[in-house]
């Protein structure tokens, strides 16, 4: 605290309020910053270094550093924080290791494996030169029309506290005052605060109209748990409680999250969320800062949200004891990323990114995360031997089984060659098989020289990420003919084990009405290994894993939502 004093007590307004103000990379040069002293910058979604989204872990280390390296020598010295959505691995950077999304970590009930996932995240990110994550999400999904409620992990407040503490420890490490990270762990951020997920309809950006008692029982449960476990960065939630947008809600910014809660991290904006407010723009709101948002992520307005801050702190719309307060505890998760050290931290190790070991853990997070709905006649595990027809739209294709936030923001035009680390459920499982001694072939439309024993029909939900895939029921809406697909199948008297692939549980019945085994996989990202340790017996009759996994969320008995009478209840 004293350094940061000192250093307050010689920096400028402008630098100041450089602080406060957060620029995304495809708006921004590092050259910038010798004139707009900023404090931060993100990488968003759609994005990546020099426009290249494919860019490689050398490319964002040097990316970074030049951000770094113009902030130390312009203004009063100090380095910025660089962010991303690391939110299922660094799932920005092709050949990170890729974890199922939170839905299928909600599946595995196992907070110990979440810590491990966290380490190995900040452990990638750093070794990109990257030092904060806008993740842990501790949404708490109550109406899965919402197209994040696969960011979520679970609709038990009891484990996404357990969760949220386990994700914030294994990014952040414990907390030592006066002692920066070590060099593998980056800063979290607890998000979107507060009731992203208890919106009307389960509307992306919506208004979640409860009590204050819901709102703390449901929604709040995880930010307890981070806010004690140290978690150093909130994220303001673009929705609104009763009519509030959080953005502007100096009651939950301040009073209850700095007040009542003690965080005293910092509380950043959502992407031009702060534009949404009542008389504000994208380039003008001394509301949000009043409220109690003290970086404000303005992605192509920093220029505007700079200039207009400047104006509201010279006329004293934005008192400065608001403004050194947001810059103190700016500077303090600085402090704590060992950034004002004289010799500031440089991070990690590029050779970190995507070992044996960390896709080890990704593989065995898929494993856990599978939830067995259905299996007549024991019909899985695949018998050692068994000649196997591996088909449908999901069975070859990365980009299904990793979802949004993967390599782009909707991860819809990812290619296998994104993800050299990784192998698709069907390669996956064909290897096994043959490993097993028996046959497999892959065939999307299902058409197979000699007939198989058992088919598996790998099929599920196109990627989509935030609005994109709000949707209107919960009903399934086949892509290309699998029922049709399925029922062919058994007319030939083939058994039909299905593995879903979806960011939320959906009204399916015919599909699983007809397959004889039906398997809720979720988004397994990269490691389709995982899903073959479950599914297939090696030549010892025995898997190399089981099912452990228990359905995070109700699966509903028919399209409406929220789910009354579920066809399964939470695991
Ligand atoms: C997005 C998301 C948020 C993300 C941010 C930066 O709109 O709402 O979760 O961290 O922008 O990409």
Not at 81 to 87: E, H, K, N, S
Not at 340 to 355: C, I, K, Q, S, Y
Not at 383 to 411: E, N, Y
């Amino acid at each position: 605290e004293g350094r940061i004093t000192t250093l307050m007590q010689r920096m400028t307004l402008r630098q100041k309020l450089g602080q406060l103000i957060q620029a995304d990379i495809t708006a921004i040069k590092p050259a910038d910053l010798k004139r707009y002293p900023l404090g931060s910058i993100l990488a968003g979604g759609n994005g990546g270094p020099y426009g290249n989204e494919r860019a490689d872990t050398a490319t964002w280390v040097r990316l970074v550093g030049e951000f770094r390296a113009v902030s130390r020598r312009s203004g009063a010295g100090i380095p910025i924080l660089f962010g991303v959505d690391a939110v299922h691995g660094h799932s920005n950077l092709p050949g990170a290791t890729i974890f199922p999304h939170n839905i299928g970590l909600g599946a595995a009930h196992d907070p110990e494996l979440i810590q491990r996932i966290g380490a190995v995240t900040a452990a990638e990110l750093s070794g990109s030169g990257i030092d904060w994550t806008f993740a842990p999400t501790l949404a708490v999904p109550q109406d899965l029309r919402w197209g994040r409620s696969y960011e979520g992990y679970s609709a038990q407040p009891s484990l996404i506290a357990a969760y949220a503490r386990a994700l914030t420890l294994g990014l952040q490490g414990p907390i030592t005052a006066g002692t920066p990270l070590p060099a593998n762990k980056v800063a979290a951020t607890a998000k979107h605060f507060v009731a992203d997920g208890g919106t009307e309809g389960g509307k992306d950006q919506g208004d979640a109209r409860m009590s204050e008692a819901e709102l703390v029982a449901v929604h709040a449960a995880g930010y307890a748990l981070a806010v004690e476990t140290g978690v150093l960065a909130v994220m303001a939630s673009f929705s609104s409680w009763n009519g509030v947008k959080a953005h502007g809600n100096r009651y939950l910014l301040t009073d209850v999250l700095k007040g009542r809660m003690g965080f005293d991290g910092l509380v950043v904006g959502d992407w031009n969320g702060h534009g949404q407010l009542p008389g504000c723009t994208p380039t003008d709101c001394a509301l949000t800062i009043n409220a109690g948002l003290d970086l404000v992520m303005a992605p192509d307005s920093w220029k505007g949200m700079f200039d207009s801050t400047l104006r509201h702190a010279r006329r004293g719309t934005i008192p400065i004891t608001r403004i050194d307060d947001a810059v103190r505890r700016v500077l303090r998760v600085k402090a704590q990323l060992g950034l004002l050290d004289p010799a500031p931290m440089e991070r990690g190790d590029p050779a970190r990114v995507g070992t044996p070991d960390h896709l080890a853990v990704a593989r065995e997070a898929v494993a856990k995360s599978l939830v067995l709905l259905k299996n007549n006649d024991g019909v899985l595990p695949i018998r050692p031997g068994a000649r196997v027809l591996i088909t449908g739209p999901g069975a070859d294709d990365m980009a299904m089984q990793s979802g949004g936030w993967t390599v782009t923001w909707q991860g819809t035009d990812t290619t296998a060659a994104d993800f050299p680390k990784g192998q698709t459920v069907g390669r996956a499982i064909a290897a096994a098989v043959r490993d097993a001694g028996g046959e497999a072939v892959i065939a999307a439309d299902g058409a197979a020289a000699a007939k198989p024993d058992v088919a598996i029909v790998v099929f599920g939900e196109q990627p989509y990420a935030e609005f994109q895939g709000d949707v209107p029921d919960l009903a399934f809406r086949p892509l290309a003919g699998e029922a049709e697909l399925i029922a062919r199948l058994k007319a030939q008297g083939i058994k039909a084990i299905s593995v879903f692939l979806s960011g939320r549980p959906l009204f399916v019945p015919k599909l699983i009405n007809a397959s004889d085994a039906f398997v809720a996989a979720w988004l397994p990202g990269s490691q389709g290994q995982g899903v073959a340790d479950v599914l297939v017996a090696r030549r010892d009759g025995t898997p190399a894993r089981d099912f452990t996994g228990r359905l995070p969320f109700a699966w509903p008995a028919d399209a409406r939502s929220p789910i009354t009478a579920p066809l399964w209840p939470v695991g």
